[in-house]
Each structure stands twice: as structure tokens, then as C-alpha cells.
């Protein structure tokens, strides 16, 4: 197949490019830039230096629909809205990473994302591509909107309880965590290192655009779930996401019946690993591969469910799943080219 990555020189994009050059049905990549300086990918990443098509295109759609059959956008939120648009071609598959295409409510996107939402239809056909919960959706999608690294680690850990319908309204908080990767390739003062190193940082309280993303797949799934709180923090280091999520139960369990629950619900599920000794997974365990690791306890004493999700923010959390659902939408075995054991240590 012939795939073209918008965005490439981005780290979800040259992520893409690391597992699409392996892919076995890959053929060609496209990598497309919207610099006018940028030419070559050796150029800005030395550690492809091997690769022989390395030239960087221009972003122009009618090239891009005649030279590709699946394009994956790694663009910054605002550019899916107005780009894909101008993408559509019955030929052409679109798996955008950002979040333009993820929230169905406009008025959401505009409050949260602060930018102009993408037209309504565009809203109403992209398939929300959380794998391991809509596969016979995205099996028939056209347009696919990746999930964001946050809400794939947060529901993932939370799916089982809220599918079961055994969670008490507005009771779950979220504690959550990144690596700076997260926060993309361009430079700012508050990831530059001295900012970071050495340093344990919260951000955006209470306004973090994922919040509606997380609450709009939990409606779908128990609308009596309510609000969840939601909090994010940068960590000094670069991959990883870890979801600490703490949930009240509208009836006693303990931790053996809940961990049947969650082995259960993802048994089809390859690369979601339920722990089943009583330990909690960290983020080295998942680095570098698409697994996302969920351990859990329930605390007797307070009646609390501890839920700890973790991902690789650059894998599960974006280029990782994009390829995940690329093989769906493909008719692939869904592991293809994902196969990767976590780099550890
Ligand atoms: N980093 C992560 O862990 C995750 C990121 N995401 C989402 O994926 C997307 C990409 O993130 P990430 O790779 O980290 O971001 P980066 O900032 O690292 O890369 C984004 C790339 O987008 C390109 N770009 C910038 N402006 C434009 C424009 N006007 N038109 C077209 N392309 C443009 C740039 O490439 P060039 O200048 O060459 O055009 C840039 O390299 C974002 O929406 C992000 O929110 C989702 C989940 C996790
Ligand atoms: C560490 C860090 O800064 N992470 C980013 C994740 C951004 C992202 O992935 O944004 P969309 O999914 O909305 O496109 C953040 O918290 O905003």
C-alpha cells in the first residue's frame, strides 16, 4: 500500500514512520511537510540516515490523494479541520491524530480547544478509534479519529467498570501523568529542560481538552457515570503515560472478582495486559511497544477502587494505535507491525 504521512517531521509522525517501515504491506511512504525549508527527513532526524526516500513534499491534497490510499495526519489540533476537507477522495483513507475530529459536539471542540471546529459532516463520519472498544466501526471507516494519549490510557482502565454499569455517579478522579514527548517536538520554555528536570509539574486544571473527550465515550457507555475530575501532570522523562484513576462502586467487590471482570473484557484484546498477581504496572514495562498495562486493587477500608492505566504516549497513545486501526480498516490481522516488545530497561 502507499501511505503518506502529514506532519511526519513531528514525533507521532517520524513514530509512524518507525513502525510503517516495517509494516509488511507498506510499500511506499509519503512524508509531506507545510515548511518550505524543510527537504529532507535524514536532515531532520540523523537516525534514518539509511533510508533512500527521504525527500520531504509539499502539502498539496491533489498530489496527496493521487499518490497515496491512506494518509495518517500527525498535525497540531486546527489543521485536521480545515485540511481534510479538502482531502476527501473516495480512494483515500484518513487516520487523523489530533483531536479535531474526536469530539461529535462543535460547541465542545470551540470551548475546550479554543479553535474553529471542522465542518459537521466531517464530525459525523470520523469513527472514534479506541481499538479495543468500536473494531466493527472502524472495520468500515473512511475517516478515523485517533484517540488522545490521555483518554486511551484513562478509558482502557475505566471501560470494564463503566460497560458493567457498576460506577457511582461523579465519583471518579483521574490523576494522570506524561512524558514530554507528549507535548510534541517544538520547542517552548515550559518543556525546555531546566524547566523540567528535576521537576514535577501540573497543568491545565480543570481545562484540559481531554476532559470532553473522556466524558463523551463514558456517556456512550453508562450516562449515569456524570463528571469525572481530571488532572494532568509533566514528569521528567520522555515516554510514558501513567492514569491513576481512584472510583466509588455502587456495590461491594473485591479485587479478585474485578480483576475476572477486566481479564474478561479484554480477552480478545492483544495488546491490553490485565494483571492478575495484585502488582501495578509502570511505564518502562510498556516503552516503545503499543501495550497498554492495568493493574488493580480495591481498598476494603475506604470502599475505593485504585485503577493504574499505563501507555507509551507515542505507541497506545498515538502512532501505535493509529497503526492498530489502520490494519483494521485494511482488513490486516490488527498486530500487524505492532509486535514490538517493550525497550527495557
Ligand atoms: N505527542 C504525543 O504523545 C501525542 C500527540 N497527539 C497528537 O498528534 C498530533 C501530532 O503531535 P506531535 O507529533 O507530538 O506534534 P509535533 O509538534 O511534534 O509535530 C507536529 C507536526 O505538524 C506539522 N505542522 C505544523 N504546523 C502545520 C501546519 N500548519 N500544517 C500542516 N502541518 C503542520 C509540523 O511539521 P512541518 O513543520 O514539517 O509541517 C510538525 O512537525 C497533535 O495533534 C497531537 O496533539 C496525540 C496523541 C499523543
Ligand atoms: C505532555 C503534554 O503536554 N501533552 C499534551 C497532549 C496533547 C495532545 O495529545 O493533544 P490532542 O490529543 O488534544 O491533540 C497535553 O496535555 O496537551
Redesign the pocket.
Known sequence: MNIGI????????VELYRILANHRYVENIHL????AE?KSYIDEYPHLSHIKENE?KP?EPDQIKEENDVVFL????G?SAS?TPELLDDQLKIID???DLRLKNSDDYEKWYKKAPAPEMLLQEAVYGLTELYREDIKNAKILA?P??YPTATLLGLAPLVREKIVKENSIIVDAK?GV??????ASLATSFVEIQDNFKIYKVHQHQHIPEIEQELHKWDEKVGFISFSTHLVPMTRGIMATMYIELLEEWNTSKLVDLYESFYKHSPFVRVRTNGTFPSTKEVYGSNYCDIGLAFDQRTSRLTVVSVID??MK??AGQAVQNFNIMSGFQENEGLNFLPVYP
Not at 509531506?32 to 515548511?35: A, K, P, R, V
Not at 514527548?181 to 517544538?186: I, T
Open positions: 502529514i506532519g511526519a517531521t513531528g514525533y507521532g509522525g509531506y511537510t507545510s515548511s524543510k520531504l502539502l500527525a498535525t497540531p489540533s489543521i485540511l491524530l489530533s483531536g485517533n488522545g494519549c506524561s514527548s507528549g507535548a510534541g517536538r517544538n504516549n507515542l497513545g498515538a
